[in-house]
Nanobody, 124 residues
Framework: VRLVESGGGLVQSGGSLNLSCVMS????????MAWFRQAPGTEGEFVAA????????TYADSVKGRFTISRDNAKSTVYLQMNSLKPDDTAKYFC??????????????????WGQGTQVTVSS
């Protein structure tokens, strides 16, 4: 199983980025997907997640209203549209997955597969 993130980069405060994560080696539509992030010196945090169909999503309070998670099961890809970026959003962003469930977990311990991450840097 492989998850590959892309779309990170350097952006000014107030700008936007759209992250992508392609999953291969399994049937993508059988998995709930999420984004986590980790800044240097921190333990990392949950950002957003989606059920296998995309019908249900949840967000961390810190990104609610600014970030949107979506998925295209035909392309085995999950996205994270990030708008109104702030310097505090600077982190390495990881996508992760677990076998589909009606419950969306925020705790990383439930996630089975992880990508290598993509760096997002927001300058002030």
């Amino acid at each position: 199983v492989r998850l590959v993130e892309s779309g990170g980069g350097l952006v000014q405060s107030g700008g936007s980025l759209n992250l992508s994560c392609v999953m291969s080696g399994v049937t993508f539509s059988l998995y709930n997907m999420a984004w986590f992030r980790q800044a240097p010196g921190t333990e990392g945090e949950f950002v957003a997640a989606s059920t296998w169909s995309g019908a249900n999503t949840t967000y961390a309070d810190s990104v609610k209203g600014r970030f949107t998670i979506s998925r295209d099961n035909a392309k085995s890809t999950v996205y994270l549209q990030m708008n109104s970026l702030k310097p505090d959003d600077t982190a390495k962003y990881f996508c992760a997955s677990y076998l589909r469930s009606a419950h969306i977990y925020r705790d990383r311990k439930y996630y089975v597969y992880w990508g290598q991450g993509t760096q997002v840097t927001v300058s002030s």
